[in-house]
């Protein structure tokens, strides 16, 4: 190895948590056991994603999930592994998932103080042609003497006490965020099998000039939308139009948007009125992220995107999330209109 310089000082997402943990006098471990077995889910997720090809899980399952997609193998699989997950580490009362009618009552653990909302595949139609796809979770804390039914979920995102994303890219990536905290990514080590601390105090640029929408939706688009990405692509006096890139995974595009800068959207349109996207395990977790980097998330009524309050778990909702200069772009614009 030479004069080659080694850390040995590596920060596992398991030492981050524990460290998170003695931060908090009151902290019963509870929330950091919950996490591990979030990790877990990650890891197998990310595990069986790499291996689909191989072992012909690619393709329909012959199901359908709520809202009528196609269910991929991988789908279900994902699903399946997050519930059990959930369910085994004891920590969690509820669980909604995007491939779920229903939420998830665990009353075998009638005592349980966590709440689970999550989308354990999201940006499934790309998994046939290996572009990247991810997990995405949030959590929040049931009040003392919760009931443990489906009214404890219909909460805004300012519940969220985490919240965060994995992206099965080129490499698994874990972004995890608590209320009031930093953002933190980590990067899966295969070898080690263990998430590694690549990315601490993460901030998303204050501005750059990137925009992320599915244009193909453009003729449904209210005249707010359509001004302001007009503005992008014809700037005034010679200004430089933004480049596009859309990949079509939240969780791709959100990273990246993370990373880099610049704006993600999916708006309400004429055609799907309340958006595409879920507030519970989409909208509000992304946001909360994008907060504590220090951008903005709001809807399509320009509110911002955490204090949306959902009336059903699996309600949709308009949304703008990243930069904070690009979001208030957006903002401007439609102040035009109101
Ligand atoms: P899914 O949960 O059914 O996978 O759908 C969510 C995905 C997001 O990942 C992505 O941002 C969006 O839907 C893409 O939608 P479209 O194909 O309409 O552009
Ligand atoms: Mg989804």
Known sequence: VGSEKINTDIITLTRFLTEEQTKHKEATGDFTLLCHALQFA???????????????????????????????KLDVIGNDLFISAMRSCARVRLLVSEEEEEAIAFDEHPNARYAVMCDPIDGSSNLDAGVSVGTIFGIIKLPEGAKGTKEDL????????????????ASAQLVITMKGGSVNGFTMDNALGEFILTHPNMRVPKQRAIYSVNEGNSLYWEEPIKEYVNSLKYPQEGGKPYSARYIGSMVADAYRTLLYGGIFAYPADKKSPKGKLRILYECAPMALVFENAGGQAVDSKMRRMLEVVPEHIHDRSGIFLGSYDEVQKVIDTHKKYA
């Open 42 to 72: 990650f890891k197998s997720i990310a595990y069986y994603i790499r291996r689909a090809t191989l072992i012909n899980l690619t393709g329909l399952a012959g199901s359908s999930n709520t809202t009528g997609d196609d269910q991929k």
């Open 154 to 169: 219909l909460k805004p995102g300012t519940e969220l006490v985490a919240s965060g994303f994995t992206m099965y890219g």
